[in-house]
């Protein structure tokens, strides 16, 4: 995982040469680490919403706090200060809502709960769209 966010295709395609890597992720890495040392099993299962192609709009990258959550007064200064990018920002959350419905439309449902005897869980297994928290995704 890495430890902040990768805004720029350039820097993208970059870190991808260097490392081989086929994609880039901030959290999973430290998920897996604390469960590592807990001894908890782990897996994740991620949808990418900003391809290595894009460079995320200057608003995106500002509005995200160092926990993962938007503040949008700082997104509104950006877009005031930068109006050009709202079609990026647009298609930014346009992905970012297609990859929360993919996700939730494919989150196996794991937990001891969600599976009967029969190995039958809700749904067919699959997470009914209540149960992933908005914030994880």
Known sequence: GLDRVVGSAEEKRRLSRETDASLMDM???A???VAAEAGVPFAVLRAICD???RTL??????????EGRLN???MAMSILARPGQMRALLGLARDAAA???ALRARAVWAS???RRSNG???KGGILPLGIVPEASL
């Open 112 to 114: 001891p709960h969600g």
């Open 51 to 53: 391809t290595a192609d």
């Open 31 to 33: 998920v897996a680490t």
């Open 57 to 66: 709009p200057h608003a995106a990258l500002v509005a995200l706090g160092a």
């Open 99 to 101: 990859a929360r419905w």
């Open 120 to 122: 039958s869980g809700p």
């Open 72 to 74: 949008a007064a700082r």
């Open 27 to 29: 959290e999973s890495g």
